[in-house]
């Protein structure tokens, strides 16, 4: 059991005990018949009925039953692009290759006005909504006015991704001004082929020196790796079609991972993205480093029809979220559907290890894991009841049950409203 500290009582403040078959905190072991104790939107406790009860229970502490249930913390989808969430991928997917893919998006973004962007931010962030995402990572890119916006869910991150393999300086392609009075904005970078190493490098600087986390897309697919080694190959021909390659730049001969390295990019405020094309010695790397990884497992299946190798990064106590992506590879935003998939994919990885990714993994790879991604002291309001039905003895089936039953979108958000 997390928490038993007395709520902060002003005599008004009304106290709320959620009790259910299953309480699944993220934070410790899966607890039946348990509750979450919350107050003026905080959650004071977790933990098993009968102690919550005795220690919260008086005359002012309404108790909601939540008759097969399982509580759970809302998704935390550490990477998706809002800006496409009008687009809608052919089914059934069928993996078109990168290039393809890439000359769609071209096409795609050329029709982005800005109340299209706008229109589309929003109708992602309800769907995402409707299918148990607390929070999401949106990437966005400049021009941001009259499309930026943070007051979308409860929890909102945003990441100005930053594009031009020509470009020397940060400020060719982004002033600073657009963002310096909002909170929970930050920086990525593309890529290492889309955007130019001086730009990745002051990119990174410049979230560094504000504390705060850093995202780019690595090791997505081949022609990346090929191309961040050697310097040639299909990403070379696409920078000098679209007129952006830099005949100065020279190649470090290295991985995309070990080039971040060198680079000065890897540390624990890093966000690796895909993460795709990746060897022991890399993960090995990226472990040391402490850095964060995003799997966006059916971007990858659609893109290039394969999964990353997400037990790897497990294994090494990386720490790992779970993204969409945009609905430009992917047929909706529902998070619990990633897991779903990851589950499918690698049936060797515990189930309750997945669905801590889809919550709390994202919620620390963002840095917001002091008020997200679980249900312990301190964090806010409002988190899920998915209907489970049946009965479990262990968590890797319940946590299996919880994921395909919200992929499903059976699910219900608790304490949306100012009385609980
Ligand atoms: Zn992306």
């Not at 299953?22 to 934070?27: L, M, P």
């Not at 919260?56 to 005359?59: R, S, T």
């Not at 895909?274 to 060897?279: F, I, K, L, S, T």
């Given at each position: 059991m997390s928490g038993l500290k007395p709520p902060e009582k002003d005599g008004l403040e009304a106290v709320h005990i959620h009790r259910a078959?299953?309480?699944?905190?993220?934070?410790g072991p899966a607890v039946a018949d348990g509750a979450v104790v919350v107050a003026n939107g905080r959650i004071l406790a977790s933990g098993p009925f009968r102690h919550l009860k005795t220690f919260?229970?008086?005359?002012s502490v309404r108790v909601w039953d939540h008759e097969g249930a399982a509580l759970v913390p809302g998704a935390v989808n550490a990477h998706t692009h809002l800006d496409f969430s009008l687009l809608c991928p052919p089914k059934p997917l069928k993996p078109p290759g990168f290039f393809r893919w890439v000359s769609g998006m071209f096409e795609a973004k050329k029709q982005l006005t800005p109340s299209r962007r706008r229109e589309a931010q929003d109708v992602g962030r309800a769907h995402a909504w409707q299918a148990g995402t607390l929070c999401l990572a949106n990437v966005i890119n400049p021009p941001l006015d009259r499309v930026l916006k943070v007051s979308g869910l409860p929890h909102e991150y945003q990441f100005v991704e930053l594009l031009g393999f020509h470009c020397r300086h940060l400020q060719e392609v982004f002033s600073g001004e657009e963002v310096a009075h909002t909170a929970f904005v930050s920086l990525a970078a593309h890529s290492l082929y889309a955007t130019s190493w001086n730009l990745v490098v002051q990119a990174k600087a410049w979230c560094r020196s504000r504390g705060l986390p850093f995202s780019i897309h690595v090791a997505e697919h081949l022609p990346e790796v090929h191309f961040v080694r050697h310097g040639t190959g299909a990403c070379r021909l696409l920078l000098e079609s679209l007129g952006r390659w830099d005949a100065t730049w020279r190649p470090l001969g290295a991985s995309s991972v070990r080039t971040l390295q060198v680079l000065g990019v890897?540390?624990?405020?890093t966000l690796m993205v895909?993460?795709?094309?990746?060897?022991d010695e890399d993960w090995d790397r990226v472990a040391r480093s402490g850095a964060a990884v995003c799997f966006c497992p059916r971007s990858n299946l659609w893109i290039q029809g394969r999964m990353p190798n997400i037990e790897a990064a497990l294994k090494r106590g990386i720490p790992c979220g779970l993204g969409t992506d945009s609905r430009a590879s992917n047929e909706d935003l529902n998070l619990f559907r990633e897991a779903a998939t990851v589950l499918e994919a690698e049936p060797s990885i515990d189930p309750a290890a997945v669905l801590r990714m889809a919550t709390l993994g994202g919620a620390r790879a963002l840095g917001l894991a002091s008020s997200i991604g679980h249900l312990g002291p301190g964090a806010s309001t409002p988190f899920l009841a998915v209907s489970i039905g049946g009965s479990f003895s262990v968590e890797s089936d319940l946590a299996e049950a919880i994921i395909h039953q919200a992929a499903q979108e059976r699910l219900a958000w608790v304490g949306t409203g100012t009385a609980d």
């Open positions: 078959p299953w309480i699944f905190s993220g934070i919260y229970g008086g005359a890897l540390d624990s405020r895909h993460m795709v094309h990746v060897n």
